[in-house]
């Protein structure tokens, strides 16, 4: 199935939103407990405050589509960090569960990357889970290596996310 990729707009904010939820559970409810992945959905990452990520300053998202279907997004990050200068990070990149392996993740990492050729970046970065081993294998295969780790709170679990650059 052909795969689509259009830059989201403020209008998107709820589709984004809900979307941000449904891909995060998926892929992360089974490897958690039940009371970590609540009090984060019900704390951290509400629907009110996916929404507001949505058209403020330094983020962009991109929606894929698949047909008519969405089918995954991709939240992207401007902001200065230590992590490396003049670049951009892909905050987010999820395919719904029944969209994994069908090419939307291969569609979006194309669009991150043209979009931070676009803004002059000289590389991207992100985080990932240090046991989503299905993730870092995808990274690794578009030329990310680790470049440091952080803490990241699920709810009371304190999990370690590394830090992963890949150069333009």
């Not at 992207?76 to 395919?95: G, H, K, P, Q």
């Not at 002059?120 to 680790?146: C, D, M, T």
């Amino acid at each position: 199935m052909p795969v689509t990729i259009r830059k989201a707009t403020t209008a998107d904010a709820a589709l984004i939103a809900d979307l941000s939820r449904q891909t995060f559970y998926e892929t992360f409810a089974a490897a958690n407990t039940p009371a970590d992945m609540k009090k984060f959905m019900t704390e951290q990452f509400t629907r009110d405050a996916l929404m507001a990520e949505v058209g403020a300053p330094g983020n962009a998202f991109l929606l894929a589509y698949s047909d008519a279907d969405v089918a995954g997004y991709a939240r992207l990050r401007e902001e200065a960090t230590d992590v490396a200068e003049n670049s951009l990070e892909i905050a987010r990149l999820y395919a719904t569960a029944a969209m994994i392996g069908k090419g939307i993740g291969k569609a979006l990492m194309q669009a991150c990357i043209g979009f931070a050729r676009e803004k002059g970046k000289i590389s991207v970065w992100l985080g990932v889970w240090e046991k989503n081993e299905r993730a870092i294998r995808f990274y690794a295969a578009w030329g990310f290596e680790k470049v440091g780790e952080h803490d990241f709170m699920l709810g009371t679990d304190r999990q370690r996310d590394w830090l992963m650059r890949k150069w333009l």
